[in-house]
């Protein structure tokens, strides 16, 4: 038996911010959707919860540790170690769909990664290397 417990009012509940995503991901099953949809969708999920993307995190930031981590998890676990850092994984219908994604930021979060130096260094990594590849000359950012 499990001496872990945790106050479900006390979560921030990820869907709460996710039904867009959630939305979206429904109607992938019937049809296709763009992936830029999903992606603009999980990224407005984690500035909404966050203030950060998982663009403004280099792999790099994260210890081999930490990648066989992520790796190793499942929805069980996950949903545990969510909840451990105050977060909830779950919606109505269950585990959600980018548990893994969540992961990773609330791992972030919790080794102190979500910092505006972080965020322009991985941005300016992400730019140099557009700018290497042939025939681009320019890269345009909205910020």
Known sequence: ?????????????????ARTLTRLHKTARRRAVDDDQIDRAFNAVCMSVW?????????????????TFLDGLDEARARIFAAEQGYDLVDDEGMLTDWGGFCWMILAEKRGLLTPDNRAATRAAIEEKYLEAPNVIGVIVGR
Do not use: C, E, K, Q
């Open 1 to 17: 038996m499990s001496t872990v417990a945790f106050d479900p009012l006390a979560l921030t509940r990820i869907a709460d911010f």
């Open 51 to 67: 203030g950060y993307t998982i663009d403004d995190i280099s792999d790099d930031l994260f210890s081999a540790t930490d990648h």
